[in-house]
């Protein structure tokens, strides 16, 4: 895994943290998403989950705020909370710019779906690109191609609604 200028490192972790993951992971060579835990003399680094995963009751819908988090296209369940310190990290990377491994993200806490809104903007443009097909009968393979990964990516839509609707990010 490598460090790309598309690597998404704005989530709180130190130099010598990211150093680590690079160099915990240096011999990936495909997608993978894991959670670890940072050798305690790394310290600790901001988790803004909050929610049952958390061991926190729900994020109730009064106490939530919808608001875009930096240059993304959809808008965040943000709550009007800290961050809180803890030592586990998620690090989610693959392929990239003919790279076989790139990190796409670490940030402090456990692994969670996606966002609703970056899944709906993934659906929305695998819909359009189903409508501009030639031949959309269900037999050509291209259609039934497309109609396969928009299956698989309402059911991650599903679960993702069901899991935000419980949880938030810090403010």
């Known amino acids: 895994m490598k460090k790309h200028t598309d690597s998404h490192v ?3 972790l130190t130099e010598a943290q990211l150093h680590y993951l690079l ?3 240096a011999g990936r060579t495909s997608f993978f998403l894991e959670t670890i835990e940072l ?3 790394l310290g600790t680094v901001p988790c803004g989950l909050w929610g049952p995963v958390m061991g926190d009751p729900p994020v109730e819908e009064s106490a939530v705020k919808r608001e875009r ?3 993304r296209a959809w808008t965040s369940r943000l ?3 800290d961050t809180r310190p803890t030592r586990q990290v998620t690090v989610i990377a693959g392929p990239h710019d003919g790279q076989p491994c790139v990190l796409y993200t670490a940030f402090g ?3 969670t779906p996606q966002e609703p809104g970056d899944l709906r903007r993934q659906l929305e443009a695998l ?3 189903r409508r501009e097909l030639p031949d959309r009968s269900p037999e050509s393979a291209e259609h039934s ?3 396969a990964q928009i299956v698989a990516l309402r059911s991650k839509r599903d679960a993702a609604d069901a899991f935000w609707r419980d949880h938030a990010l810090a403010k």
Do not use: M, N
Request: proline share 8%.
């Open 10 to 12: 704005d989530h709180g």
């Open 23 to 25: 160099d915990r992971f």
């Open 39 to 41: 050798p305690e003399e």
């Open 69 to 71: 988090r930096g240059s």
């Open 79 to 81: 709550v009007a909370r």
């Open 109 to 111: 806490g456990p692994a």
């Open 127 to 129: 819909e359009a690109k």
């Open 145 to 147: 191609a497309l109609y």
